[in-house]
């Protein structure tokens, strides 16, 4: 069998001590901050993005892996103990996750979101290993016309599968494509839009932008809510659910790990997506419908066990491919930037041990969460309770430390207040930043691409629809356009978010 | 009542805006043909897609009337204080060093949050301070100017 090989190789790659200790670490610094409330995955993936910059490849991945499971997994932690989600796709948590812990399950609802979400990453994990390979093979017969209409299909599908109006975030991704073009044009080695500053010759660093728009931008509108908190302050008791507890989630920890992993395949929200099919599903297949919402553990099960599988299934376009499917994944892909990967299919036969390797220490990472966390789960409560006011000047600073290291750059901390300034009439304007971030991650690969395919055509655009999978993925973007386009559709899809 | 989304008319001037300039910008980049493409052809019409997406939403705000919602508040209190903060961060760093930096940084945002004190406000800067010297400068090794330059022992 290949594919054992293969983790066989992974496993061995990620089980040296060095690498151990930075998926721990990850995990741990993710945890950390992703618990704080208010401050969502992406936000605290940008905050700590730049310290992982100093270490090697591999070590700076399985870290960054870490803290992205990690701030996941806090997210629901908050979501749960304080009645706050802190992402999108914990929304769901909220609804019965809280109402346990009103109940005095707390402990229990945490480790169901534990549990549940460690199968579904190991059901994940597994298939992002077996699918790896193949879906490589394919993306070498790729040419830069199909990368092109990829890519297309790609934004077009994280906007129309995100909630927040269609046009606005088509707007968004377009602004994010143009923000990406800042710098020295790679074919012409022309400068574009750098304003004569020797600062921006490379373009603006992705660090810049996350954490200008996501974290002060976040911080800042926090600051302004009136802080209305349903903080739990009685003591977990019981952490381990009873016999019950486990006949009625495990089926649900099921359902939850395959639509998951199913819908994180899909580029866009598929985080939050999956979390919400599974809740439904959950709550129409059970014979008890009326116990969601006031504290039904499989409300909890499900779409935990699905997020995090779409956590996992997410790496799949990404890692292949080298197309993020959502922001976050987009941040991911940055990184690899920065240590000089370029994501795609070579990735696996250039550098097997880096790709088996993260793969498998993906799989560490899930478990190193459900023994931190279920022990640790008190010192995630009393973090709860440390007040804004001391942890939001301690975020900036940690933010600001974070984007001068990356560069030395001085320069970089202003840009980032501008983006910061930006971020906040964007919040007002009701615009989603999160397309803006992929837009701008792909901005430069999507411009090289739709040259090069020109280029080969000699001019020629209608090779986007003459190349057999161009067309294809070109005409799943056109319907995914139209399905949202079309008002009845569009209703219903507001009220698929709405409930 | 019923009135214009006036959140929609401001985005979509944003996008109109910023079309245009990043139209205007591309410009005065060479556009080249489409088999043999300069830097300005790809910017230049994206930023035209923009401009148009942008013309799109104002029209949709104005002509789709919405029940009248109060606009948010606008807090400059936090914004600015957060933003200002931070700039003169950038600002102290090479010049007064980071222990200076810091703790302006951190006692001066400390006045945007919620019920402010001095002595949370120094107690935080203080905690904050050590973990930063401990963290970045002895544990992650990054390069900074610690003490301001006139002090230099």
């Given at each position: 069998m290949e594919l054992l090989d293969h983790l066989a190789l992974g496993f061995s790659t990620a089980l040296s001590f060095n690498n151990l200790f930075y998926a721990f670490l990850g995990s741990v610094l993710g945890t950390l901050i992703g618990v704080l409330p208010g401050l969502g995955p992406l936000a605290t993936i940008s905050m700590l993005l730049p310290f992982t910059f100093g270490l090697d490849p591999l070590e700076a991945l399985i870290m960054l892996a870490g803290i992205y499971y990690g701030a996941a997994y806090g997210g629901s932690t908050t979501a749960?103990?304080?009645?706050?989600?802190?992402?999108?796709?914990?929304?769901?948590?909220?609804?019965?996750?809280?109402?346990?812990?009103?109940?005095?399950?707390?402990?229990?609802?945490?480790?169901?979101?534990?549990?549940g979400s460690f199968f579904a990453g190991c059901v994940g994990t597994f298939i992002l290993a077996a699918f790896a390979a193949p879906l490589t093979q394919l993306a070498f017969s790729f040419g830069p016309a199909e990368y092109f209409s990829l890519m297309a299909m790609g934004l077009v599908g994280a906007v129309s599968l995100a909630s927040g109006p269609l046009i606005k975030s088509i707007g968004m991704i377009v602004l994010g494509l143009l923000l990406g073009l800042v710098g020295t044009d790679v074919a012409s080695g022309a400068m574009r839009y750098t304003f004569g500053l020797p600062q921006l010759w490379d373009g603006i660093d992705f660090v810049v932008i996350a954490v200008g728009i996501f974290a002060f931008g976040e911080v800042i509108t926090s600051l302004e809510r009136k802080e209305i908190r349903d903080a739990l302050s009685s003591p977990i008791t019981r952490l381990w659910p009873s016999?019950?507890?486990?006949?009625?989630?495990?089926?649900?920890?099921?359902?939850?790990?395959?639509?998951?992993?199913?819908?994180?395949?899909?580029?866009?929200?598929?985080?939050?997506?999956?979390?919400?099919?599974?809740?439904?599903?959950?709550?129409?297949?059970?014979?008890?419908?009326?116990?969601?919402?006031?504290?039904?553990?499989?409300?909890?099960?499900?779409?935990?066990?699905?997020?995090?599988?779409?956590?996992?299934?997410?790496?799949?376009?990404?890692?292949?491919?080298?197309?993020?499917?959502?922001?976050?994944?987009?941040?991911?892909?940055?990184?690899?930037?920065?240590?000089?990967?370029?994501?795609?299919?070579?990735?696996?036969?250039?550098?097997?041990?880096?790709?088996?390797g993260l793969i498998a220490s993906m799989w560490i990472g899930n478990l190193m969460l459900v023994i931190l966390n279920l022990p640790l789960v008190g010192i995630w409560v009393k973090l709860l309770s440390v007040?804004?006011?001391?942890?939001?000047?301690?975020?900036?600073?940690?933010?600001?430390?974070?984007?001068?290291?990356?560069?030395?750059?001085?320069?970089?901390?202003?840009?980032?207040?501008?983006?910061?300034?930006?971020?906040?009439?964007?919040?007002?304007?009701?615009?989603e930043p999160a397309p803006l971030m992929l837009g701008f991650v792909l901005g430069p690969m999507i411009e090289e691409n739709f040259r090069r395919a020109l280029v080969l055509s000699k001019g020629d655009f209608s090779v986007f629809v003459t190349r057999p999978i161009s067309a294809v993925l070109l005409a799943i973007t056109a319907i995914l356009l139209i399905m949202v386009a079309i008002p009845a559709i569009r209703s219903r899809r507001q009220e698929a978010f709405e409930e | 009542m019923k009135t214009v989304n006036h959140r929609?008319?401001?985005?979509?001037?944003?996008?109109?805006?910023?079309?245009?300039?990043?139209?205007?910008?591309?410009?005065?980049?060479?556009?080249?043909?489409?088999?043999?493409?300069?830097?300005?052809?790809?910017?230049?019409?994206?930023?035209?897609?923009?401009?148009?997406?942008?013309?799109?939403?104002?029209?949709?705000?104005?002509?789709?009337?919405?029940?009248?919602?109060?606009?948010?508040?606008?807090?400059?209190?936090?914004?600015?204080?957060?933003?200002?903060?931070?700039?003169?961060?950038?600002?102290?760093?090479?010049?007064?060093?980071?222990?200076?930096?810091?703790?302006?940084?951190?006692?001066?945002?400390?006045?945007?949050?919620?019920?402010?004190?001095?002595?949370?406000?120094?107690?935080?800067?203080?905690?904050?301070?050590?973990?930063?010297?401990?963290?970045?400068?002895?544990?992650?090794?990054?390069?900074?100017?610690?003490?301001?330059?006139?002090?230099?022992?």
């Open positions: 749960i103990l304080v009645n706050l989600p802190g992402e999108t796709s914990s929304v769901v948590t909220v609804i019965d996750g809280h109402q346990m812990a009103r109940q005095g399950r707390a402990g229990v609802a945490l480790a169901t979101a534990a549990l016999w019950q507890d486990f006949k009625d989630m495990a089926p649900a920890v099921l359902r939850g790990s395959a639509i998951g992993s199913l819908v994180g395949v899909l580029p866009g929200a598929g985080l939050s997506l999956a979390s919400f099919f599974a809740y439904s599903l959950e709550k129409k297949t059970s014979r008890t419908p009326e116990r969601f919402g006031k504290g039904a553990i499989q409300g909890v099960a499900g779409p935990e066990a699905a997020n995090n599988a779409a956590a996992q299934t997410a790496f799949i376009p990404t890692l292949t491919l080298g197309i993020p499917g959502s922001a976050t994944m987009a941040l991911m892909l940055g990184a690899m930037i920065v240590h000089n990967i370029q994501p795609g299919p070579q990735v696996m036969t250039t550098n097997p041990t880096l790709f088996w007040p804004f006011r001391v942890l939001f000047p301690a975020i900036i600073l940690f933010c600001c430390i974070g984007v001068y290291s990356v560069q030395n750059s001085i320069f970089d901390i202003y840009l980032a207040a501008g983006f910061g300034l930006f971020g906040y009439v964007l919040h007002k304007l009701h615009c | 929609d008319v401001g985005a979509g001037l944003l996008y109109v805006v910023l079309g245009l300039a990043f139209t205007i910008g591309a410009s005065g980049y060479r556009m080249g043909t489409a088999a043999r493409m300069g830097p300005g052809y790809f910017p230049f019409w994206l930023g035209v897609i923009l401009t148009v997406i942008g013309a799109v939403v104002i029209f949709n705000a104005v002509r789709s009337r919405v029940a009248a919602e109060p606009m948010e508040r606008w807090s400059m209190r936090g914004l600015l204080t957060v933003l200002a903060c931070v700039v003169a961060f950038g600002f102290l760093l090479p010049h007064a060093g980071l222990i200076v930096s810091v703790l302006f940084l951190v006692i001066g945002v400390s006045f945007a949050g919620p019920d402010f004190s001095w002595r949370v406000a120094l107690a935080t800067a203080a905690v904050l301070l050590a973990l930063t010297l401990a963290l970045f400068v002895w544990l992650l090794d990054l390069q900074f100017t610690i003490w301001p330059p006139f002090a230099t022992f």
